[in-house]
Each structure stands twice: as C-alpha cells, then as structure tokens.
C-alpha cells in the first residue's frame, strides 16, 4: 500500500471513530470522486455502524433525483458550485443520519472553463445532532492542482479531514 493509500486509510479510522464516540450516522454524496470517499470509509472494519450510504451523482438528473438539488441551482450556479455542494449535502442528510459530506467539481482532464478550470472542487458538511434543529452546513472551494488521479485523490483526503476536524471541534454548536 502506498503513502497516500495508507493516509486515507488512517483518516477513515479516525472518522469513524470520531462517529462513533459521538453517536452518530454518515451519508456521503459524490460527484467528481465517485464513490471514493465512500470507498475509503468502507476499508474500515465495522464501517456499517456509523456509515449509512452513499450516493454517486454524477450527473445533473441524478443530483436531482437521489438529492433533491434544485434545477434552479444547477442552471444559476452550475454543478461545480458551493450551492449545489450545499443542496447535495442537505439531500443526503435528508435520509436519517445525523451527518453527511458532498463534493462535486472538475476532475479533468476536460469540462473546465475560465471561470472554474480543472481541479476546482466544492465540497460541503452538513451536522443535524437534533432532529428539531436546522442543521449545520460548511462549504469550502478549493483549486487542487494535477491530473485527474491527483485531483480525485486530494479530494478524498479534504474532504475526511475537514469532517474529522469539524467533529473534532464540534464547530456546529
């Protein structure tokens, strides 16, 4: 295995340990990665006790069908967007766990443009500890550098270490 497969590896052990000391159920929504990110959580034994599902929407139907982005959303601010990120996030939620991360972006080597080139990734973490509450959401833009593998890849590890860290800090509260 080698260093950056072992690093995910790593990062999946503490998310789930991070879940599972606070209680609490993930569902993951992907675009770019196509089920990377759920891939990797799912190299952790025992995963099933705090990792509920994933969905891959990869295209736009699909984000709207299985998340309920808004076609609005899609056409006004495109699939690569921290609103479609956020809609992407909030429809995973919808689906009875407590937590849930989305990325969507631009894995190249084609489809991107002046104004969001290849590597341009959105991500968003969605946090409901309580039922009757609204819940929680971050979004984040970032412009990773690199072919499609690298770009894939990167996104994988931001998106579990920002989770991790917002479990850790508890930043929803």
């Known amino acids: 295995m080698n260093d950056v497969a072992q690093a995910i590896e790593r990062l999946a052990h503490r998310l789930g340990s991070a879940l599972r000391a606070q209680h609490l159920t993930l569902a993951t929504a992907e675009s770019c990665t196509a089920g ?9 034994p025992g995963s099933s006790a705090w990792y509920d599902r994933g969905f891959i929407a ?9 998340l309920g982005v808004s076609s609005a ?11 479609v990120a956020r809609a992407m996030a909030l429809g995973a939620l919808s689906h009875g766990v407590h937590v849930s991360l989305a990325v969507t972006g631009i894995a190249g080597p084609d489809g991107g443009s002046v104004g969001k080139p290849v590597g341009t ?6 946090i409901r500890r309580d039922p009757s509450s609204a819940p929680w959401v971050k979004t984040r ?10 770009v ?17 800090q508890r930043e929803d509260i």
């Open 58 to 66: 990869y295209s736009n139907e699909s984000k709207m069908q299985m």
């Open 152 to 168: 894939r890849t990167r996104s994988i590890i931001i998106a579990l270490e920002t989770l991790i860290g917002l479990l850790e």
């Open 73 to 83: 959303y899609l056409r006004d601010f495109g699939a690569v967007s921290e609103p």
């Open 121 to 126: 990734v959105c991500f968003a973490w969605a």
């Open 36 to 44: 990377g990110v759920a891939y990797a959580i799912t190299i952790v």
């Open 141 to 150: 833009t970032e412009q990773i550098m690199g072919d499609r593998n690298a």
